[in-house]
C-alpha cells in the first residue's frame, strides 16, 4: 500500500505508465480530515479515502482499522498469495 495526498509528483519514477495506474496495482490510499474533505486529486486518480475527525481519537482509531481492513481486501481480491 501506499499512502499518498494525491499529487501527481508522489508518483514520479514508479514503474507504472501513470498515478492511477500505480494507485489500483499497489492500493492507494489517502488520509483526510473530514471537515476539508478528500483532496480531488486523490479522488481522480482512485486512491482510498480514509476520513478522521480533528480532535477525535477514537475516529482515528477507526481510520486505522479501516485502512487495515482495506489492505487486507486488496490483498485477498489481487495478491492472493501474500495472504498469511
Not at 495526498?5 to 500505480?22: D, N, V
Not at 479501516?66 to 498469495?81: I, N, T
Amino acid at each position: 500500500a501506499v499512502v499518498c495526498t494525491g499529487a501527481e509528483w508522489q508518483f514520479k519514477g514508479w514503474p507504472f505508465g501513470s498515478a492511477r495506474e500505480c494507485v489500483r496495482e499497489v492500493l492507494g490510499v489517502c488520509f483526510f480530515w473530514e471537515d476539508e474533505g478528500p483532496p480531488k486529486d486523490a479522488v481522480k486518480m482512485g486512491a482510498r479515502c480514509v476520513g478522521m475527525g480533528r480532535g477525535k481519537s477514537q475516529s482515528q482509531v477507526a481510520a486505522f482499522l479501516e485502512f487495515w481492513k482495506r489492505v487486507d481486501e486488496f490483498l485477498m481480491k489481487k495478491k492472493p498469495g501474500l495472504m498469511y
